[in-house]
């Protein structure tokens, strides 16, 4: 399917995310999410990625959250403030930031835990669970490890898989490069890049590592405070001066700058 031409996968309206009915952590946010592409969400700690995607999961409850204000669709669904296990069976499953992967079980029991949700025959998990190891070749080799003994790239791995075994229609992850090695985060994405090309997996992903997530994604957009500031096809956003400088820490000299350097010109940033 040409990209140009996809339907809105996810459609995010003008959401509004009070915590503990004081708290607002999201200001109007609105975003899209065309089926088949890969689109990132970024911006600083704090930012309100993560909890841009609690409220798509249908994850905020647990954290006495809601959306106050907007509304969410997903296929045409809609799915605001509808619980977790719900948006899961509608397609739409998470990868939550530092793995969360049970630390007792093996790497096969992770894996096949995500297929607790399916109805669609023994034969398609099988399936989808022998290919998990085509896209995860590195976990082949131990299939028979206990989890909580993996390095902090196999247990990303084995998160994605299991996430992908519940068959989504859309895999959001959330901070998927946190705490990993370059080599790491490099074969990570480029694992992203195969799993929407090959299994037709719509991708949403936060992450802070806008150099390496605006390099897979076909769209982005930056946040900051709870506010959508900025958005546009990720090669612009690349080629962006600002975004270069804020969140690349690149110069127009070709330096760099540290990233206390940078939040210290964040008055100038010129779509605030």
């Not at 509004?16 to 592409?37: A, C, M, P, T």
């Not at 990233?259 to 010109?265: G, L």
Request: with cysteine.
């Amino acid at each position: 399917m040409d990209k140009h031409t996809q339907e809105n996968l996810l459609v995010v309206n003008n959401i509004e995310v009070v915590y503990n009915d004081i708290i607002q952590v999201l200001r109007g946010v609105s975003l899209q999410v065309k089926e088949g592409s890969i689109v990132s969400l970024l911006g600083t700690n704090g930012a309100g990625k993560t909890t841009t995607l609690r409220a798509i999961s249908g994850l905020l409850k647990p954290e006495n959250g809601y959306i106050r204000d907007g509304h969410i669709t997903f296929k045409g669904n809609d799915i605001t403030n509808v619980l977790g296990t719900n948006v899961v069976k509608y397609g739409a499953v998470m990868v939550p930031e530092g793995r969360r992967i049970f630390k007792h079980l093996t790497v096969d029991e992770n894996i096949r835990v995500g297929s607790i949700t399916r109805k669609d025959g023994a034969q398609n998990i099988r399936l989808d669970h022998r290919q998990m190891y085509d896209h995860f070749p590195r976990l082949s080799n131990i299939t028979n490890r206990l989890a909580g003994y993996c390095s902090g790239g196999e247990q990303q791995m084995i998160a994605i898989a299991r996430a992908l075994m519940a068959a989504p229609k859309m895999l959001m992850l959330d901070e998927p490069s946190l705490g990993l090695a370059p080599l790491l985060v490099k074969e990570i994405f480029e694992n992203v890049k195969t799993i929407n090309k090959e299994l037709d997996t719509t991708i949403l992903v936060v992450e802070q590592n806008a150099k390496v997530a605006l390099t897979v994604s076909d769209y982005a957009y930056i946040m900051e405070s709870g506010k959508i500031v900025l958005e546009g096809p990720s090669g612009e956003l690349q080629n962006n001066p600002d975004v270069k400088e804020f969140y690349m820490g690149i110069t127009q000299g070709g330096g760099r700058k540290s990233f206390k350097k940078v939040k210290s010109y964040k008055r100038r940033k010129r779509w605030m």
